[in-house]
């Protein structure tokens, strides 16, 4: 159980083109997702919060009009990266988080690896 | 903010034990988590605290003292597979901070 796909796993794009990124729950609805970012050798750094059917919380230093999220259902969010640059080369990973009994956990998917060039 | 501090490298023989520390600062805590990421790929669920006290699954433990700001993981029985990146991530309200992770090598 918990399992998070995410698609595609890795893209290649030019300069100026945007990218989308789906993120989907496959055996669990999530209302809260969450994409983060990670540099080589780095850690994970949240972007945004996705809750379902609500605007997205974005982090402070993440560009709103440049990542565009949506979370159209229980088991969707999708990032766009707009109008990629070479320094938005990066891992994106999102989570879906499950709720259990012993408190909400936070499950990660494959993670799609961005080179723009 | 959010402050997780981790040892940034551990080495170990096959078989042996490691102990992986984790001091955290953070307003709003309610729960420790404890992620294995290999390298280029996304990080796997490991365990979770909320309350003082260990937690055991299988080879992997994990402890908590939110007294102290403290938690460690103890892997056991060390095999070659459990070369990784081990992350720390403290939960404040609904989101997760991590710390840099501590990479372990495990040697023959």
């Known amino acids: 159980g918990a399992v998070v796909s995410q698609h595609p796993s890795w893209v290649i794009c030019k300069s100026g083109t945007s990218v989308k990124i789906e993120c989907r729950s496959l055996d669990f609805q999530a209302t809260t997702m969450f994409w983060y970012r990670q540099f080589p050798k780095q850690s994970l750094m949240l972007m945004a919060t996705?809750?379902?059917?609500?605007?997205?919380?974005?982090e402070q230093g993440v560009e709103k009009d440049k990542f565009l999220i949506n979370h159209a259902s229980l088991t969707l969010s999708t990032l766009t990266v707009t109008s990629a640059h070479p320094e938005d080369s990066s891992f994106y990973i999102c989570?879906?988080?499950?709720?259990?009994?012993?408190?909400?956990?936070?499950?990660f998917g494959p993670g799609t690896r961005l080179t723009v060039l | 903010g959010q402050n997780i501090d981790q040892p940034t490298e551990m080495t170990a023989t096959e078989g042996a034990i490691v102990q992986i520390n984790c001091t955290y600062q953070?307003?709003?805590?309610?729960?420790l988590f404890w992620y294995q990421q290999h390298a280029g790929e996304a990080p796997t669920f490991l365990s979770y605290n909320v309350l003082d006290g260990l937690e055991e699954k299988g080879r992997f433990s994990s402890f908590l003292s939110r007294s102290k700001g403290y938690s460690y993981l103890l892997l056991k029985e060390l095999q070659m597979k459990d070369s990784a990146s081990y992350l720390c991530?403290?939960?404040?309200?609904?989101?997760?901070?991590f710390g840099a992770g501590t990479t372990v090598t495990v040697r023959a």
């Open positions: 991530a403290a939960r404040n309200d609904y989101k997760l901070s």
């Open positions: 953070t307003s709003g805590f309610n729960g």
């Open positions: 996705s809750n379902e059917g609500s605007k997205a919380t974005y």
């Open positions: 989570s879906a988080e499950q709720a259990s009994g012993k408190g909400d956990t936070q499950y």
